[in-house]
């Protein structure tokens, strides 16, 4: 996709939105990544007692999910712009490049850390011994970095509609990658806890993961911890609207509820086999958990396909990430673009990658990325939905000609402030910090801005009024086409070959969950390792092979130039 298609400083046109598919893929392959090998691990080091662990999951993803389809998705639709492109119409240029800044340095260190988790993988097949300090330790392993690092630039570059792709094909896989090694390893758990020898029903599996896998140690973390950090874990893509960029292709504002495929799938799911595999390894290895990286935990249980899945995993997550980053930064002077400004994001990521500190600080990075970014989200929230509803102005500090919206800017410093005042004294947990600083930053903002002139009319209201209308009115009449027409070209059949791969590729996936199973049957780990490998490579040629030929098909059935016509008409 070139720079022009990805609309970084204007909505995004109807004939450039994308299929349920692809956010159903994109989210799963986002979200079922290398660092939940990380995050699995260290809930087993929080000594947090297994029912706390699944049952706070069960809540915290699910108040996650909601953010994403009841906030995130509808603003994203409603606007069709980047987070970088709407908030500079709320907050003004100069309030964009400091949030920018900072917004991309924070994207960077994430993403530097699902570099450092494939480099994790790769350096097993170099015998370089595991990094989990916060320096390497191995010159060999700063070169693996480097050269997972420039894969992972190669891929943002390509622009969103390259990275669903990529990530829509590794999904299935990758999710059926964290159940089988969980299955391979659970017997090795079982074979090290007594008073049981098999498990038969879920009161087995209950008692052999509070005796070996998630001990309740008594650490003052429980329940209530587990689910606010599930919930804020991605708090900077949907409290904090980061996801505004990748929902503003979706075609409905409903395809925001695929974030459950993440959550559930890759987070509940994930966390909880990465747990097991975490488990089983180090009993294997007769070390402890924090000992381990992910590339040893996935390949203890998955030998040569444990370490693809963690190089994948990594990849999935660490593209969108970068992707964001070079949006964060180009938004601060458009004529940079946003190719250029990724590549060189994704040279200081990939340095950044080099050192280990990123994934073993990453819980609690995360909790502080999603609290720095939450205050902005409160600002834009407001200012589109409760401003309309309270007869103030939308976008009243631009109608005024300011360049920066000190009412925005004051609500988030203050806000920042705040939260770490709140943190450091000991008054809340980090995770608990959210709601309060939410309704913090509500109520401070819609103050500020009453004062400094957003309940006044203003002349240039009306036309960009009108303007916007017109340009949801042509995408609204091009839904309706699509959706019209969308039912006889789904009775066009594919041809054979397609249908024949699309076939191979479920068959693979069945082959590989069933050799799982058998593994865990016989208590056999080395079946798993030794034949995985084979339908691994089948469905990837296949699946790519029938997802390449499907593209093609779909974009030559596109016919959308009077679509173009009529946006530039209304620009």
């Known amino acids: 996709m070139s720079t022009a298609e990805e609309f970084e400083t204007q909505p995004v046109s109807p004939n450039k939105l994308q299929s349920a598919n692809t956010f159903a893929g994109s989210y799963a392959g986002e979200h079922v990544a290398g660092t939940e090998f990380v995050i699995g691990a260290l809930f087993v080091s929080w000594g947090v007692g297994a029912s706390d662990i699944l049952l706070g999951l069960l809540l915290g993803n699910l108040l996650a999910v909601l953010t994403w389809g009841l906030i995130t998705a509808p603003i994203a639709t409603d606007t069709r712009l980047t987070l970088y492109a709407y908030l500079e119409k709320i907050a003004g240029p100069g309030t964009i490049k400091l949030y920018s800044v900072i917004n991309g340095i924070l994207f960077c260190v994430l993403a530097g850390a699902m570099i450092t988790v494939s480099a994790s993988a790769v350096r097993v097949l170099f015998d370089i011994p595991p990094q989990v300090d916060w320096y390497p330790t191995d010159l060999r392993f700063v070169l693996v970095a480097l050269g997972v690092g420039a894969v992972v630039v190669f891929m943002a570059v390509k622009g969103f509609k390259k990275l669903a792709a990529f990530a829509e094909i590794c999904a299935p896989w990758m999710i059926l990658m964290f159940v089988v090694g969980a299955f391979v390893l659970l017997p090795t758990i079982v074979a090290s806890t007594s008073g049981v020898n098999s498990i038969s029903n879920f009161g087995d599996f209950l008692h052999i993961a509070s005796q070996s896998i998630w001990v309740d140690t008594d650490s003052g973390i429980g329940f209530w911890h587990v689910a606010a950090f599930a919930w804020v874990a991605n708090l900077a893509m949907h409290g904090g609207m980061g996801d505004m960029t990748l929902l503003r292709f979706a075609r409905y504002s409903r395809y925001g509820y695929f974030s459950a495929l993440g959550m559930f799938i890759g987070h509940y799911l994930a966390w909880i086999c990465a747990g097991i595999m975490g488990a089983g390894a180090a009993i294997l290895l007769n070390t402890t958990i924090v000992a381990l990286d992910p590339g040893s935990v996935a ?164 036309i960009a009024e009108k303007a916007e209308a017109q340009r949801k009115a042509i995408e609204s009449d091009y839904l309706k086409d699509f959706e019209s027409n969308k039912g006889s070209q789904q009775k066009e059949s594919l041809p054979f070959i397609i249908r024949t791969a699309s076939v191979v590729s479920y068959l693979s996936l069945i082959v590989c969950a069933s050799l799982g199973l058998v593994s865990y049957l016989t208590q056999d780990i080395e079946l798993v390792r030794t034949w995985l490998l084979l339908p691994t490579l089948v469905y990837f040629v296949t699946a790519t092979y029938a997802y390449l030929q499907k593209a093609k098909i779909g974009e030559s059935l596109e016919s959308t130039d009077h679509i173009e016509q009529d946006l530039a008409a209304v620009k």
């Open 299 to 462: 390949f203890q249980a998955l030998g040569t396909c444990g370490i693809i899945a963690v190089i994948i995993a990594g990849w999935t997550t660490s593209n969108p990430t970068i992707y964001r980053a070079g949006l964060a930064f180009s938004s601060v002077n458009h004529k940079w673009g946003r190719t250029k400004v990724t590549v060189v994001v994704g040279i200081v990521t990939t340095i950044i990658a080099c050192f280990p500190f990123v994934f073993s600080q990453l819980l609690g990075f995360v909790g502080i990325m999603g609290l720095m970014m939450a205050p902005v989200g409160a600002v834009i929230v407001a200012e589109h939905w409760l401003f309309p509803r309270i007869g103030f102005t939308r976008y009243w500090s631009k109608y005024k000609g300011n360049t920066t919206n000190y009412a925005a800017i004051i609500t988030w410093l203050s806000s920042l402030a705040v939260s770490y005042l709140l943190e450091t004294s000991g008054t809340l947990h980090l995770f608990f910090i959210l709601i309060p600083i939410w309704i913090f930053a509500t109520l401070l903002y819609c103050g500020l801005a009453y004062a400094m002139g957003a309940k006044k009319t203003y002349s240039e209201q009306a």
